[in-house]
């Protein structure tokens, strides 16, 4: 089977960056899989995939570098099989705030004896090796998203359940839980001490702490101690891009050619 290098690089204290998918173009998810980036997730909660093109994009990054992952809309184990059945080589899962509930999620993303998974890997076991069923356990990884007040609460008895890979942190709905503005940006000092708790019980407990951030907050992100950090999606780097290239040209500035167009 395909080696997550996900867990590779955490184990050896490596910081892995990403890229998200909010649209639904597998062309798109093809190249940005081939980036550079050490992971690319598919957004099924907030972005517009659903499963269908979902399925599609990861069959578009096979055999890029980037590990696909994606984000299932809830913590329910059907879509979290679907997604590992379509190729995911792991799921964040969103609005973790217990022990049982990470539980769920651990248990939905392994086979028995270890979870509950039901087998049937439509397409993962073409798409990541003949040996799959013998060997997802342990490429397979389970990253829950602490972003509520309940979940920093919790944080280190979810820590300590086996089977968790990583957490990651949604600056957005922490901000709202601890009554702060959303903000992908947040530096506000509540903020910061909710997710210095979070690094702290994902270090105490081999977990990797993880992050959404923007291209500008990123260093800052690494800076706190994050290890999976997030730095643009698809949706903000094309309207980056695109509204420098047209204010560049008004400017009467020459922009690089792209694609050959």
């Known amino acids: 089977m395909r080696e997550n290098t996900l867990r590779s690089k955490w184990k050896s204290g490596e910081t892995t960056l990403g890229l998200w998918l909010s649209g639904t173009d597998p062309l798109t998810a093809r ?123 919790n944080v280190e008895a979810i820590a300590a359940v086996p089977g968790i890979a990583a957490f990651y942190v949604g600056p957005s709905d922490l901000s709202r839980s601890l009554g702060i503005p959303p903000n992908l940006e947040q530096m506000d000092e509540r903020f910061l001490e909710a997710a210095s708790k979070i690094i702290a019980a994902a270090n105490a407990n081999g977990v990797t702490p993880g992050v959404h951030s923007t291209p500008a907050m990123s260093a800052a992100r690494i800076e706190m101690g994050f290890q999976m950090v997030t730095v643009t999606s698809d949706v903000q780097a094309a309207q980056i891009y695109a509204t420098s290239s047209i204010s560049g040209v008004r400017a009467g500035k020459s922009g690089a050619s792209v694609g050959g167009y």
Do not use: F
Request: hydrophobic share 45%; charged share 15%; net charge negative.
């Open 31 to 153: 190249k940005l899989a081939g980036s550079g980036a050490d992971y690319v997730c598919i957004d099924m909660q907030h972005g517009t995939a659903d499963y269908s093109t979902a399925l599609a994009m990861l069959m578009a990054m096979e055999g890029q570098p980037a590990i696909p992952i994606v984000r299932v809309p809830w913590n329910e184990p059907g879509i979290i099989g679907r997604m590992l059945d379509a190729g995911a080589m792991g799921v964040i899962v969103p609005m973790v705030n217990t022990v049982a509930q990470a539980q769920v999620a651990v248990a939905a993303c392994h086979y028995p004896p270890a979870g509950s998974r039901s087998n049937g890997p439509i397409v993962a076991a073409d798409a990541l090796g003949p040996d799959y069923g013998t060997e997802a356990d342990n490429e397979i990884i389970c990253i829950p998203m602490i972003e509520t007040v309940e979940g920093v609460a």
